[in-house]
């Protein structure tokens, strides 16, 4: 005898996935509503407006701040890209003593805390003598957004096929051009992708760049919190939107070039 029972339009997994994902962004949809609002207080509602967004563009110190962070993200991810990418092939590649230590550790800054790492780095710099500036938190970027490009480029080595080098040595080419024509092609999408999310962090930093920076560097966020601290206004609710669409935008490209290199090589 078959169950003619009717099965529910939704099951109770459904809805508790959408109950969940709609506590998690709930905030953010709150956020975008004032963005819009007309009124310079963003717990009165008088009306839509774009205004706070065309005002970001003739602030000079959100644009100077915007200027800061983008150099800061770009310089360490570009000086990350190359480090951490030969670090991983080092460490995937060779063996020598204390590698398993040395692993361990250039993959802490992933776990430790960054408050740990934003007072390391600035009683580093006290000792070192040297004084604060834009410089300092570029370096202080590098630290930890070349732990997560090694991550991503070590994890793409792993599904490699280690005789892909020793092949191309075979039919004579030399290590260089082994690893600039072999290995770095099939790397490629990993470190694209370990770049993109290292940018989005170093972007959104807050508390590492407030440690290290000097007189007159202020990060976007940096900027963004010394205002809040006066109450939110309807701009600062239009900055966080357009900074959340641009990381939003960024990780989706890095999840498709990660995707689209996994595809590749699986139909290889």
């Not at 410089?135 to 490009?149: E, R």
Request: proline share 5%.
């Amino acid at each position: 005898m078959t169950n003619n029972k009717l099965k529910p339009p939704f099951s109770w997994q459904g809805i508790f996935s959408f109950l969940m994902f709609f506590y998690m962004y709930l905030p953010i949809l709150v956020l975008t509503f004032y963005s819009f609002n007309q009124s310079a207080y963003s717990t009165d509602w008088q009306g839509f407006t774009w205004k706070w967004y065309s005002q970001l563009f003739n602030d000079s110190r959100i644009l100077q701040a915007l200027q800061n962070s983008l150099t800061v993200a770009v310089v360490a991810v570009a000086i990350s890209a190359v480090i951490g990418t030969l670090m991983a092939v080092g460490l995937a590649r060779y063996q020598f003593p204390g590698k398993g230590l040395y692993r361990g550790i250039s993959y802490l800054p992933l776990i430790i805390p960054d408050i740990a790492i934003a007072v390391a780095t600035l009683v580093f710099l006290a000792v070192i003598g040297t004084p604060l500036s834009l410089w300092t938190i570029i370096a202080a970027h590098v630290v930890f957004c070349l732990s997560y490009i090694a991550f991503v480029v070590s994890s793409r080595i792993s599904s490699l096929n280690p005789h892909l080098e020793e092949a191309a040595l075979d039919l004579g080419a030399t290590p260089f051009q082994a690893f600039i024509q072999v290995l770095l092609p099939e790397l490629m999408p990993a470190i694209i992708a370990g770049c993109l999310i290292s940018f989005v962090l170093s972007m959104d930093d807050f508390l590492i760049a407030s440690f290290t920076a000097g007189t007159g560097s202020n990060t976007l966020p940096m900027e963004i919190f010394s205002r809040i601290r006066m109450g939110v206004r309807p701009d600062i609710n239009a900055l966080s939107v357009m900074l959340i669409l641009a990381s939003g935008s960024l990780a989706l490209v890095a999840e498709l070039v990660r995707y689209r290199g996994e595809q590749k090589r699986f139909n290889k």
